[in-house]
């Protein structure tokens, strides 16, 4: 890079590397900071290590224009943006380590008037821990420096419409930091930008996943019950939302993916006792998976005493929503699991076709799975699922509305 950078992102995940590409279309110098040398790597040959529609050509764009550079080590800039990822520690507690290594990283680098930023999902206080860190270590720069929080909020595979749509909370630690940071985020964003302080910007991502685990805990308490009381959920919650206040969510195998499923616990470790239906939430939606794999377990049981035979058994749909391929965090894969490991001689035919094949699981196509098998299990709700025609004599447990 011939400039000197303005920006500096650390952490190239599916996060940073999209707003560092963004960022850079702006003609803004970025230098991108990852842990991992095969990622800077693939960034500075103009490539990209993760899925996500439109992020290759915006980096390609990037660093053949010479706004975009990866690099291992941080340098010097005007304006620090911390975007790592803030796993689990012992039992769903939120580990920052991450977050801390990276604001060391960038101590020393730090001058008077910088803008320091943190986007990473981080439990609450966190932005006021780090700036004591950095003015223990600066005591010369005390109220010098702009600190603020700015979660992001988007869409998995709808990152790059998001990333400049989305309207964005922008919390500072005062005054002069959310001025700072809502200029900075102003010349890209073209959503509201809305100002607050550091500790409501990080509650407020806590709890935007929490609103949304609570609601789909409350249809997946719906479907446990509707089966008890054989009514069909979907039916149900169809026509109670035709209720001009009411608007029920759908339930499913279990709720996945790396924020929803992880963010609430973020206020429960912190809040237990004050936090009762959030960390019930949570409880029900993991229950509702293991309630899934039992229900195979079941239907597995009744086919062999009516019929005298193992069944086929087709598990459909291994990501952790519908029409995507990413696994992580997939109820629908620990269901498989759990139904695997109960296997006693049956055929089973695991199916997900949004991948073309899996270290562990040996995939099937889906017209041939569910016409050999049996019992047709519906794990997550793909659209080529929707179009399948099933005979008759199939057993179906539809946990995610297929057939609804
Ligand atoms: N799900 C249901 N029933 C529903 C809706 C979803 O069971 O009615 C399940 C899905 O199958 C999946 C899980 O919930 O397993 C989560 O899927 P999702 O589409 O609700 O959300 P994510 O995890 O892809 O992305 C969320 C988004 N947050 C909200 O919608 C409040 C996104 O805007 C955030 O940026 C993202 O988390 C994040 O990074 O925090």
Sequence with gaps: MKNKPSV???????IGLPTAALIAKNKEYVHGVDINPSVVDTINAGKIHIVEPELDSAVAEAVAEGYLKASTTPVAADTYLIVVPTPFKGKNEPDISFVEAATQAIIPLLKKDDLYIIESTSPIGTTEKMMQLIYTSRPELEGELNIAYCPERVLPGNVMYELV???RVI????????NKALDFYKKFIKGDLHRTNART?????LVENSSRDVQIAFANELSLICDKADINVWELIELANKHPRVNILQPGCGVGGHCIAVDPYFIVADYPMESKIIGKAREINNYKSFWCAEKVQTAKLEFELKHGRK???AIMGLAFKPNIDDLRESPAKYIAQKVLQ???????YIVEPNIESHTVFKLTNYQEAVEKADIIVYLVAHKEFKELQLSKDKV????CGVLK
Aim: hydrophobic share 30%.
């Design 8 to 14: 500096v992102m650390i952490g190239l995940g599916y």
């Design 201 to 205: 910007a990080e509650m407020c991502k």
């Design 342 to 348: 109960n296997a006693n001689n049956e055929q089973y």
């Design 396 to 399: 179906v447990l539809d946990f």
């Design 171 to 178: 919390g500072g630690v005062d005054e002069k930091s959310t």
């Design 311 to 313: 069944p086929g058994i």
């Design 165 to 167: 749509n989305n309207d």
